[in-house]
């Protein structure tokens, strides 16, 4: 008959009713109706028959999964009939209100972050330099033009590999100089970046290109390490150089 034998404290909170006692004893639809008109539900008055006899069915019938139902109000309820010996049915109602805004948040910021990564590789993929950011072992983003710049193997030198790959192999295929020199780079660049500190350096590629090298150290623990080609610049400081040794040349004359 669905007659009513207890009501819980946070049920009475949950459906914003004073505390009271003389629920026990009366069907269940007196629960609902007490909200009829508080703009709890949101129901139309023509459908309100409709909607409680509908409800009072299913508790009837013995078993209602764990479903979700937003109240007029806003509060997002999680409702579930349960059978209990002796033909009694165990309702429950629980506010998630909170947990569904707090995943609404949290969908919004992950929107947010991949159009922010998207812009990002955009950037990072425009960029006239190369880039590459790593953390305390391993690459964690390079660009393409790290590639074309530093002609590395791709398989060696990739995102998930220990950063120190790509000073191994240049070292090891001559970029740093005859190998004291090599191994003189090595400590700098691997120390400078063990201590967190700021590293820069100039060197020839095997294909003439000049690079200058930039690591900077970030406060959440990454290295961003930029490559730019400056091999212009440097062809412009030799012919200046020999303009100025022609010159001196000429003083002498």
Not at 47 to 67: F, K, S, T
Not at 175 to 184: C, F, S, W
Not at 186 to 210: C, K, L, P, T
Request: a negative charge; proline letters at 3%; charged letters at 30%.
């Amino acid at each position: 008959d669905l007659i009513i034998e207890m009501v819980n404290g946070p049920f009475f909170d949950i459906w914003k009713l004073m505390r009271r006692e003389d629920l026990v004893g009366r069907n269940f639809r007196a629960l609902m109706d007490i909200n009829r008109y508080n703009r709890i539900y949101a129901v139309e008055e023509d459908d309100w028959e409709g909607y409680i006899a509908q409800r009072l069915a299913e508790i009837a019938a013995g078993h209602v999964a764990p479903r979700e139902f937003v109240r007029a109000d806003g509060v997002v309820l999680m409702y579930s009939v349960t059978p209990l010996s002796g033909g009694k049915r165990m309702v429950c109602y629980y506010d998630v209100s909170e947990l569904r805004e707090q995943q609404r948040l949290l969908s919004v910021a992950n929107g947010e972050l991949e159009r922010t990564v998207r812009l990002l590789d955009d950037a990072a993929a425009a960029m006239a330099q190369g880039l590459m950011i790593y953390d305390q072992r391993d690459i964690v983003f390079v660009n393409e033009c790290f590639y074309e710049f530093l002609d590395v193997p791709r398989d060696q030198v990739a995102v998930g590999k220990p950063w120190t790959n790509l000073v191994d192999y240049c070292a090891g295929r001559g970029d740093y100089g005859p190998p004291e020199e090599a191994e003189k780079a090595r400590e700098y660049i691997v120390g400078s970046s063990a201590r967190g500190e700021f590293h820069q350096m100039e060197r020839r590629g095997r294909n003439g290109r000049w690079l200058r090298i930039d690591g900077k150290p970030t406060a959440g623990g990454l290295t961003v390490v930029t490559y730019s080609d400056i091999s212009e610049l440097k062809q412009r400081q030799e012919e200046l150089s020999r303009l100025v040794v022609r010159a001196e040349d000429s003083d002498r004359a």
